[in-house]
C-alpha cells in the first residue's frame, strides 16, 4: 500500500470543537505519527501540528474532518516521495 508522509496543520479558535477534534484524530490513531500542540493564550488559539504516514485519501479524509468543525482550520501539507509500506 502507498504511503505519504504528511503534516496537518491545525488552528482552534473554538474550543467547544476541542472534544470532536480529539475523537477524530482518536479514530485516525493508527496513521499517526506523533502531535504537539501549543496553546497561544495571546491570541485564545490552540497551535496543533500531526504528522501522519497514510494513503493520501486517509490524509484528505482527516484533513477534510477537522476543517468542518466550528472554529477550526486545517492543511495538510505532503512530503514529495510517497512511500510504500509493504517494502519498509
Not at 504511503?3 to 474550543?15: H, K, L, N, Y
Not at 496553546?39 to 477534510?64: M, R
Request: proline share 5%; no cysteine; hydrophobic share 45%.
Amino acid at each position: 500500500m502507498e504511503t505519504r508522509v504528511a503534516i496537518i496543520g491545525i488552528i482552534v479558535e473554538d474550543g467547544g470543537s476541542v472534544e470532536k477534534l480529539n475523537a477524530i484524530l482518536h479514530e485516525y490513531g493508527i496513521y499517526i505519527i506523533g502531535r504537539m500542540g501549543l496553546p497561544y493564550k495571546e491570541k485564545n488559539i490552540n497551535i496543533i501540528s500531526v504528522a501522519v504516514d497514510a494513503p493520501n485519501d486517509i490524509i484528505s479524509a482527516l484533513s477534510g474532518k477537522l476543517g468542518k468543525l466550528p472554529g477550526v482550520s486545517a492543511k495538510a501539507v505532503y512530503s514529495k516521495l510517497p512511500v510504500n509500506k509493504d517494502s519498509v
